[in-house]
């Protein structure tokens, strides 16, 4: 079974730039769709987009459009996600999941602290 | 853009019945999922496709549909089922959307 395990926490100022990583071990992510998500302190989760880990093709939602960017590492099974222009309401737990079939994996989530 | 109407919370006693509601006009043509979400957890899926429990699912977990709304029944809640429960489907053929949750009291 496939474990995602993503990097450590991160804490940024107003104005700059976050990546999160989200490695697959026990399996690839080769051939599923890989979703970030995230969820604000004591709300609900939030869809940011999706890669498709064998192409590379990216689609983001609105609300993150030109300030979002995934991508893939296929050879070390590694999705990534930046998020630029980071705002103090950009402050959240960050969340990759690999969709498959019938069941959803979900690393443990990444904690971002955006603050001066 | 899609949206999905959930209670924002309910609550049950131990052993007693529960249902959580979802309504969206996306639900007319997509599946729904629901997760729960434990406190400082990861969300875990406990029904695909509005009905289909994933492996390891208790049974009292089980799904149902009406039109545009899909219905989340919890029959004999535990105290450990005490979460925050999201319904979310798809929009196109990959987009997620996501319900704003409800929060399920046992007690």
Sequence with gaps: ?116 | SYELTQPSSVSVSPGQTVRITCSGDILAKKYARWFHQKPGQAPVMVIFKDSERPSGIPERFSGSRSGTTVTLTISGAQVEDEADYYCFSTSGDIDWVFGGGTKLTVL
């Design chain 1, 1 to 116: 079974q496939v474990q995602l395990v993503q990097s450590g926490a991160e804490v940024k100022k107003p104005g700059a730039s976050v990546k999160v990583s989200c490695k697959a071990s026990g399996d690839t992510i080769v051939g599923y769709y890989m979703h970030w998500v995230r969820q604000a302190p004591g709300q609900g989760l939030e869809w940011m987009g999706w890669i498709n880990p064998n192409s590379g093709d990216t689609r983001n939602a609105q609300n993150f459009q030109g300030r979002v960017s995934m991508t893939r590492d296929t050879s070390i099974s590694t999705a990534y996600m930046e998020l630029n222009s980071l705002k103090s309401d950009d402050t959240a737990v960050y969340y990759c999941a690999r969709e498959g079939m019938s069941t959803i994996d979900w690393g443990q989530g990444t904690l971002v602290t955006v603050s001066s």
